[in-house]
């Protein structure tokens, strides 16, 4: 009973609202709680409750967070069938037999996950996946690299209660050079990765643009992908794309950004154009300019509402907003 789908990121590309309106298909199951980490965090671990209780790895603390938030539901909403499945999720030890297991009230139904922290698997990783559901079909979600890692930042600090001011050009430059928040924002690692053991059939790519300007179009050729109804989409969950409670980016960060990502966004317009060319284009004009110069600038974030976007439509031959650029792609 493995899951036919897994949602594999990237992180704040819109999996969240991706994650709500799954569920809410009729012909689809998922589990109450969005992340699993069982491929990256679970599958290695071998100690039961009590270490989980009182351990400091990333896998524990997780798990500690996600029982209180659990535990923050009101009642009248905990089914007996939801307190078995949290019973098992919580307590009980993992292994692939558990992991399929977390997926049994979903019989008759399409069944999938969303953890955008497989995003970042290696070849090692993918192969388990791929041992355990050699059908599964994968979805990935895109956002601009120019502009991923501060969203990650922005949480951050509101997480930790700081903010921008506090935060150094060094010490932001040492969280954009951290390992995992390069493999995250590296998408055609985790494309080539993921496609060494899925087909091209079995990889829907999709981009936050899409799920802003065409989110009916957007779920409509999702379900198509995963084969079912696709007219529920009619009944898409229409929240603003979560962005942070901010709504623009300091301009010394972006022009840094911009020239850490130059090159990973020509690549990403090289191989899917659309939208990845607005990346591009924005790396392009942001690396041009001085950090120092632009130290107590804003610009609007997310970039699709800057003045950017604007000059970049209007360099295109025809117009992006006629329809989803890029959503119906697959991983080619």
């Known amino acids: 009973m493995y899951p036919d789908f897994i949602g594999i990121g990237a992180q704040k590309a819109g999996t969240t609202w991706l994650h709500r309106n799954l569920q809410a298909h009729p012909e689809v ?15 290695e671990l071998e100690d039961g409750f009590v270490s989980r209780l009182r351990g400091d790895r990333p896998a524990d603390k997780r798990w500690r967070r996600q029982i209180r938030g659990r535990l923050r539901r009101p009642l009248e909403r905990l089914s007996s069938r939801n307190f078995a499945w949290d019973l ?5 030890k993992p292994h692939d037999g558990w992991y399929a297991s977390l997926f049994e009230p979903g019989r008759g139904k399409t069944t999938g996950e969303v953890t955008p922290d497989y995003a970042i698997l290696g070849k090692e990783g993918v192969a388990r996946v791929h041992g355990l559901m050699p059908e599964a079909k994968i979805v990935f979600m895109m956002r601009n690299p120019v502009e ?12 930790r209660g700081g903010s921008i001011e506090d935060m150094t050009i060094k010490n932001f430059r040492r969280q954009v050079k951290n390992r995992r928040v390069r493999r995250m924002t590296d998408y055609l690692r985790t494309l080539d990765t993921w496609s060494a053991f899925y087909r091209e059939d079995q990889i829907f790519v999709g981009f ?21 109804d696709p007219s529920v989409a009619s009944g898409v969950i229409r929240e603003r794309v979560h962005t942070g409670s901010v709504s623009t980016m300091p301009s010394w960060l972006a022009v840094h950004l911009a020239r850490t990502y130059r090159e990973d966004t020509k690549r990403l317009e090289e191989r899917f154009g659309g939208y990845a060319s607005f990346w591009h284009f924005c790396a392009e004009r942001l690396a041009e300019r001085s950090p120092r110069k632009e130290r107590t600038r804003q610009i609007k974030y997310p970039l699709w509402e800057s003045t950017l ?4 439509e209007g360099a295109q031959d025809i117009s992006p907003q006629s329809g989803p650029l890029s959503s119906l792609r697959t991983a080619s």
């Open 29 to 43: 199951w998922m589990p109450p709680i969005k992340e699993l980490h069982y491929f990256d965090e679970k599958a």
């Open 88 to 92: 098992r999720y919580f307590f009980g």
């Open 148 to 159: 991923r890692p501060w969203s990650v930042a922005n949480m951050g600090l509101r997480i």
């Open 208 to 228: 936050l643009e899409d799920i802003h300007f065409f989110p009916e179009e957007t779920l409509r050729g999702l379900y198509r992908f995963l084969e079912i």
């Open 309 to 312: 976007w604007e000059r970049w």
